[in-house]
Nanobody, 121 residues
């Protein structure tokens, strides 16, 4: 079983930084693509970033490219999202996820419970 648990969410002023962590505690090693999505109040869940098992294929949403970095530690069965130069529009619940191929709402096989990120003055 795959059980994803996120942590690291919290509050930041605009321009600040936060780091998110997602660990699989289900006992099964995740060998598929891992990704981050986010969902703001009143909006649909959207893709943020992804990385394959090897770590050679990375993808970022245009809205976060250059500000966010995704990283993966296979030994720890974890994926991270390092967020810099945060903006109020980054405020959302962030979810980690797994998928066999390119991650979309339709292809995600497992979701974490989410962690809140709030960016405000």
């Amino acid at each position: 079983q795959v059980h994803l648990v996120e942590s690291g969410g919290g509050f930041s002023q605009p321009g600040g930084s936060l780091s998110l962590s997602c660990v699989n505690t289900g006992g099964t090693i995740v060998t598929s693509t891992m990704s981050w999505f986010r969902q703001a109040p009143g909006k649909e869940r959207e893709f943020v970033a992804s990385m394959d098992w090897i770590g050679e294929n990375l993808d970022y949403a245009a809205s976060v490219k250059g500000r966010f970095t995704i990283a993966r530690d296979r030994a720890k069965n974890a994926v991270y999202l390092f967020m810099n130069f945060l903006k109020p529009e980054d405020t959302a619940v962030y979810y980690c996820a797994t998928s066999v191929g390119k991650p979309t709402i339709a292809t995600v096989a497992a979701w974490g419970q989410g962690t809140q990120v709030t960016v405000s003055s």
